[in-house]
Nanobody
């Protein structure tokens, strides 16, 4: 079974940092693009950061550019999201996602595997 498990969420003050991890199993990790999405209360889920398979190109949505860094470790089948300079508006449930042979255009992902999410709360 394809499994993605997020960890590393928690409560942090504005300006602080958190590092989210996505531990995966059940699929050939290196063949999958990895993305981080988030969903704040009362809002739709939105894309945050993405890393392609193969050449490991990255893409960040404007709201997090320069503050968040996505990375992957194909040997360990894991991905991470380093979040710095956190703001209260970053508060959300963060989800790890994987799309086989997916590109950075995540809006075209059609067969996405999802984790269960991890809560990130940033206090002002």
């Amino acid at each position: 079974d394809v499994q993605l498990v997020e960890s590393g969420g928690g409560l942090v003050q504005a300006g602080g940092s958190l590092r989210l991890s996505c531990t995966t199993s059940g699929f050939t990790f290196g063949d999958y693009a990895i993305g981080w999405f988030r969903q704040a209360p009362g809002k739709e889920r939105e894309g945050v950061a993405f890393i392609s398979f193969g050449d490991e190109r990255t893409y960040y949505e404007e709201a997090v550019k320069g503050r968040f860094t996505i990375s992957r470790d194909n040997a360990r089948n894991t991905a991470s999201l380093q979040m710095n300079s956190l703001k209260p508006e970053d508060t959300a449930i963060y989800y790890c996602a994987a799309e086989k042979y997916g590109g950075l255009g995540y809006m075209f992902w059609t067969n996405t595997n999802w984790g269960q999410g991890t809560q990130v709360t940033v206090s002002s």
